[in-house]
């Protein structure tokens, strides 16, 4: 089963070590995200939110700890 495009975009920020790229990765990931919301629109069901938003957090977790 394939992955849509913002996993893969949050897989690479995830795992990214150099923390002068984990911006940039971030950013990349919080777009994909983003844009699957607009794609799906009201198709998006719970689960689905649930896990956008579950990895928006670890994101913005990600980022505060760079700090």
Partial sequence: MSHPA?????N????EVDLAELPERVDAACQGI????????QTLTA???REL???LRVL???MRRRA
Avoid: C, I, P
């Fill in 6 to 10: 913002w996993q893969d975009l949050y």
């Fill in 53 to 55: 938003d579950g990895a």
């Fill in 60 to 62: 913005f977790t990600l």
């Fill in 34 to 41: 983003h844009q699957n919301r607009v794609e799906k629109g």
């Fill in 47 to 49: 689960e689905e939110r």
């Fill in 12 to 15: 690479a920020a995830f795992l």
